[in-house]
């Protein structure tokens, strides 16, 4: 199949690529590189069935594809915050320029949306069927409506222009090629720690997320692709719930780290309690994660002190 990844250099896009590439698919990665790294890439460049298109998805694409994985966006408190108006942008008119796409090709879309899209929770684990807890005025609701309103185009697009769509909501997930400056927590953690600096802990820490390794989320997602049964939307994540204090001390142990935790002010809107419940992804899907955060975290810790050896973060 010829298959469009949009965000394809990004963390989770670039490993998408990877695998849709080692199982004979080409591949078409469009990326504007705001938060996207070349290096992530690189090694698919010269590959024959790899294709780089250097585009923002906010601008209309031409192209014959069968599949699209609509990832473009960016997905890190201070990148999305970074130029709320263009995260916006991403998320209306470039996911209508991607529906556009697939309506135009018969393509089947698969938009990754996100368990943002539930708020700060007052149901907790977060099934489907809740319709979340969102401040429209808030710091986050660039990302949080965002996505909200990307999925009510695709339910539209779905029912009125028949498109063949899949939503996914993506909980918390981490692994190697994060980018390092992004602010997100496991990142942010790790590098403080190899850089024996402090870690940053928000609020007092006892906020909970629940953290699934890139590997298992990008098998998921292909599951979800390539099945017949239901568009979504449709929780992954790993349901291992822990406060965002214990995974400061993991961190540390795991590091070996002389970082010692200091506290900073909790941002706005910052989720109290996030875990997924994922009996429809097993259902549906016939799957579940498999990699426990020992065993990601030492992979992720191994790949950015490889990179910071190699002067590359
Ligand atoms: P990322 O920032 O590493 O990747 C996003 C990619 O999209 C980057 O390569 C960026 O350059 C590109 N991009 C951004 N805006 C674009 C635009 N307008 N046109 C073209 N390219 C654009 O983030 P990620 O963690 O890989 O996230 C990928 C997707 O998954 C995002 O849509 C995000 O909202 C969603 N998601 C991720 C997580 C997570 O924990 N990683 C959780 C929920 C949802
Ligand atoms: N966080 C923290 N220190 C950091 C970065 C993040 O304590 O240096 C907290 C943040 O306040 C939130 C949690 O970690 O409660 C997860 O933050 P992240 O930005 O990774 O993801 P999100 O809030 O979007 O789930």
Redesign the pocket.
């Given at each position: 199949m010829k298959i469009l990844v949009t965000g394809g250099a990004g963390f989770l896009g670039s490993h998408l690529c990877d695998r849709l590439i080692e199982r004979g698919d080409s591949v078409v990665c469009v990326d504007n590189f705001f938060t996207g790294q070349r290096r992530n890439i690189a090694h698919l460049l010269d590959h024959p069935r790899f294709q780089l298109i250097e585009h923002d998805i906010i601008e209309p694409l031409t192209l014959d594809v069968d599949q699209i994985y609509n990832l473009a966006c960016p997905a890190?408190?201070i990148h999305y915050q970074h130029n709320p108006i263009r995260t916006v942008k991403a998320n209306t008119v470039g996911m209508i320029n991607m529906l556009g796409l697939a309506k135009r090709t018969g393509a089947r879309i698969l938009q990754a949306s996100t368990?943002?899209v539930y708020g700060d929770p007052d149901i907790h684990p977060q099934t489907e069927a809740y319709v979340g807890h969102v401040n429209c005025l808030g710091p986050?609701a660039c990302y949080d409506e965002g996505k909200r309103i990307a999925e009510t185009l695709c339910m539209d697009y779905h029912r009125h222009n028949k498109v063949d769509i899949r939503i996914v909501r993506i909980f918390?997930t981490y692994g190697p090629r994060m980018h390092p400056q992004d602010?997100?927590?496991?990142s942010?953690?790790i590098m403080?720690a190899l850089n024996n600096e402090d870690?940053?802990?928000?609020?007092d820490?006892s906020?909970t997320?629940s953290f699934c390794y890139v590997d298992d989320l990008i098998a998921a997602i292909i599951a979800m692709m390539d099945q017949t049964k239901t568009v979504g939307p449709i929780n992954i994540g790993n349901p291992d719930e822990m406060t965002?204090k214990e995974?400061?001390e993991k961190i540390i142990e795991i590091t070996g780290s002389k970082s010692t935790i200091v506290f900073?002010n909790?941002?706005a809107d910052?989720?109290k309690q996030?875990q997924p419940d994922i009996t429809l992804a097993k259902q549906a899907l016939n799957w579940q994660p498999t990699t426990n955060l020992q065993e990601g975290l030492k992979n992720t810790i191994d790949y950015f002190r490889k990179n910071k050896q190699n002067s590359l973060v």
């Open positions: 890190s408190p368990s943002e986050r918390n602010g997100r927590v496991v942010n953690f403080q870690i940053t802990l928000y609020g820490g906020q997320r965002i995974l400061a900073r909790l941002p910052d989720p996030r």
